[in-house]
């Protein structure tokens, strides 16, 4: 069971390019979620989503998309990186009525905008 | 706006050390708290409490929560060098989706 799977793990963007991290999960959760991780800081909420065709945004959205066409994937798109977006990406998920459980999460994504 | 700390922020420790870390929450309609451990990748999960009083145990680490003063306290026992993480602290209301996580306390565990 491979649990919530993200790609990649690691990438370094140069300021305004874009890219997809992606999120892909095999356990049928309706809740998916995106959170970034600063150091020394905890995890702030990126998006958010209940279901497929369900989207909303979190603490921190700006400069982020999201999308939900399947149950199974999240993708979190980045668009004109810039160098605050240097982080720790998180994808996480749960399964409807047991968000208050712990999540399952991804294995993170390590971005440097340079 | 919920409002989760954490303190303290950062704790050195010698091995065999017993070690409290602090969690106070601000929350809306409050119905969870959890705790997670964080060794340089994901989080994960340790306990769940949602009612006062009630003492969650798993080997040397225990945490309860206090629902009229609004915090919850992780105790670890006889600390050994696999302690040293970031524990996080996270809230979840009743008509909220998402855990709102603290800013974490980094424990280290020196021999």
């Known amino acids: 069971n491979a649990g919530v799977t993200q790609t990649p793990k690691f990438r370094i963007l140069k300021i305004g390019q874009s890219m997809t991290l992606q999120c892909t999960q095999d356990?049928?959760?309706?809740?998916m979620y995106w959170y970034r991780q600063d150091p020394g800081m905890g995890l702030k909420l990126i998006y958010y989503s209940v279901g497929a065709g369900i989207t909303d945004k979190g603490e921190v959205p700006n400069g982020y998309n999201v999308s939900r066409s399947t149950t199974e994937d999240f993708p979190l798109r980045l668009e004109l990186a810039a160098p605050s977006q240097t982080s720790v990406y998180f994808c996480?998920?749960?399964?409807?009525?047991?968000?208050?459980?712990?999540?399952?999460f991804g294995s993170g994504t390590r971005l440097t905008v340079v | 706006e919920d409002k989760v700390v954490q303190s303290p922020l950062s704790l050195v420790v010698h091995e065999g050390d017993t070690v409290t870390l602090n969690c106070s929450y601000e929350v809306t309609n409050f119905r969870s708290l959890l705790w997670y451990k964080q060794e340089k990748k994901a989080p994960t999960f340790l306990f769940m409490l949602?009612?006062?009083?009630i003492e969650k145990k798993s080997g040397r680490l225990s945490s309860i929560l206090d629902k009229k003063e609004l915090f919850s306290i992780l105790n670890i026992t006889a600390t050994q060098t696999g302690d040293s993480a970031v524990y996080l602290c996270?809230?979840?209301?009743?008509?909220?989706?998402?855990?709102?996580f603290g800013k974490g306390t980094s424990l280290l565990v020196t021999p």
């Open positions: 949602t009612s006062s009083g």
């Open positions: 996480a998920s749960t399964s409807r009525g047991t968000a208050l459980y712990g999540y399952t």
């Open positions: 996270a809230v979840i209301s009743n008509s909220g989706y998402a855990l709102n």
């Open positions: 356990m049928n959760h309706n809740y």
